[in-house]
């Protein structure tokens, strides 16, 4: 039992607006807020602009490349809704504290954060030696970019005591799959840093939810064959997982197979050890994995 939050704000955060609101047919909670979703020019975050301005929300969209965060845009608008485009590389720290000022001086607080851009690395260790740089570009993209987006965005909402913050996570946090070394610890950083900053903001009404996606269709899955096959979520359906996140503020949302992983790797970890490692051989590394030089 929460002891921050008076009987009264607890059943309503908790139970009368996540259960009862659509039951209600209340408005989505998301109506009028300002939604700020990173790597929004394709996939997931694309799809997740379309839904959440679809519930009324403003949506703020950072990516790199701004002829497709315009295309997102013009999207929005022809569907009725409105957003706004923020080309912004999340690696550079100077353009993160840039873009975290332009938006409050723009749009004031901004209630809402999706931490979608992300990059994926899956590439053995034997072929990782001589690649510290790998474990570098995932770590500055998938981790210290949304940290600095988190703690610039952060005053405004503890101050008018609410925000949400959604990382867009996998499910390879629990699975701990071979040859993702570099782009699971990144991810699994950032699932931590969530889990202990919610215990810190949770007085003041400003909660995290780590959402750990199985696999989605999208590029950034297409260079790997071995999941050509795969039964895979569409990025709409990945969308409404991310909306589901910022209508009713779970702490995590998570797949069966990542929660039994997760259990059996506590309860049993030599022997899955042995499982990964046996299962692994079946999905060697790609070509490029084995010879890329970028
Ligand atoms: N697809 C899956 O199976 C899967 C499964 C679990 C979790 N996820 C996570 O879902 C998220 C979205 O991925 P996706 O599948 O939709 O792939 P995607 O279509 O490749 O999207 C990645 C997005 O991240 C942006 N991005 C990459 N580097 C960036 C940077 N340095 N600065 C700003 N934006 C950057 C890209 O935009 P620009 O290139 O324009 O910058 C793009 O919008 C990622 O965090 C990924 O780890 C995906």
Redesign the pocket.
Known sequence: MNLLLTPRAFVRRHLLAPVLGPVLGLPSPLAGRTVLI?????????ATALAVAARGATVLL????RP??DRVVREVEEAGGTAYAYP????DGQAVDALVETVLAEHGTVDMLVN?????IRRSLEYSYDRMHDFERTM???YF?PVRLILGLMPAMRAQRFGHVVN????GVQIKAPRFAA?IAS?TALDTFARIAGRETYADNVTFTNLR?????????SATDAYERSP?KT?EQ?AALVVRALEDRPLTISTAVGNLSEVLNLAAPRLMDAIAATASRRFPDSPAARGASD
């Open positions: 990173t790597g929004a020019s394709s996939g997931i975050g694309e950072v990516a790199r490349r497709d965060l912004c590389d999340l690696t979608n851009a992300g990059r994926s500055a993209v998938n970019g867009v996570v996998t499910w782009y991810k996606l199985s696999l989605v269709r999208t590029d950034m899955i895979a990025p990945a």
